[in-house]
């Protein structure tokens, strides 16, 4: 079935450090893809999202880019702050699918 | 309203008591969505109910879990005789279409039993 795995967290970076969270993806057909945030103790927001092969998803800093020869949508951020420490999930769907399918979450901590 | 608004956004309750949790998804929206996340977990998928269609039971863990959507907007999701186990943050998301836009989530609910 379709499946999305994560890297292990935590991943702990300084203040401007930059930011890769590895994403990788099992499906049949061409799934949208999505990344979502956590901020603690509050519900997931939308991140950013590619719908279709080569799309760059882009928001707040961040970038994602939907690679089908690689099955991956790596989030990607030039400089973190304090911020944006959070939980960021993966996840993707199909057309008829109706379901996000989840990874289980990268936690990122940034320091001053 | 302007997002999905889920009651109460804290609830601390017995074991062995039932607990109603409240999701009122956007507007327009034709799925709505519950999920469980427990603590430094991921998420759990309970429950999915789109339009008129039977609901997707698939991921309740008990047949002490048990939710509503009536006239396919406002959802409720019940836990009958609460077991410690069931302390989490009960998440609620609707979408249309969900391929396009993802899920919009709730603040969730957290929920203790003690």
């Known amino acids: 079935g379709d499946s999305v795995t994560q890297m292990e967290g935590p991943v702990t970076l300084s203040e401007e450090a930059f930011l890769t969270i590895n994403c990788t993806y099992t499906?049949?057909?061409?799934?949208?893809l999505f990344w979502y945030v956590q901020y603690p103790g509050e519900g997931l927001q939308l991140l950013l999202k590619?719908?279709?092969?080569?799309d760059k998803g882009s928001n707040k800093g961040f970038e994602a880019t939907y690679r089908k020869e690689t099955t991956s949508f790596h989030l990607e951020k030039g400089s973190v702050q304090v911020s944006d420490s959070a939980v960021y999930f993966c996840?993707?769907?199909?057309?008829?699918?109706?379901?996000?399918?989840f990874g289980t979450g990268t936690r990122l901590l940034v320091s001053p | 309203g302007a997002g999905v608004s889920q009651s109460p956004s804290n609830k601390v309750t017995e074991k062995g008591k039932d607990v109603e949790l409240r999701c009122d998804p956007i507007?327009?929206?034709?799925?709505l969505y519950w999920y469980r996340q427990s603590l430094g977990q991921g998420l759990e998928f309970l429950i999915y109910?789109?339009?008129?269609?039977?609901?997707?039971k698939s991921g309740l863990p008990s047949d002490r879990f048990s939710a509503e959507r009536t006239g396919g907007s406002v959802s409720t999701l019940t836990i009958q005789r609460t077991q410690q186990e069931d302390s989490a943050v009960y998440l609620c998301?609707?979408?249309?279409?969900?391929?396009?836009?993802?899920?919009?989530f709730g603040s969730g609910t957290r929920l203790t039993v003690v």
């Open positions: 109910f789109q339009g008129n269609s039977a609901p997707d």
């Open positions: 507007s327009g929206h034709t799925a």
């Open positions: 499906a049949t057909g061409y799934p949208s």
């Open positions: 996840a993707l769907t199909r057309t008829g699918f109706q379901k996000l399918v």
């Open positions: 590619a719908t279709k092969a080569d």
């Open positions: 998301a609707s979408s249309f279409p969900v391929e396009k836009y993802g899920y919009t």
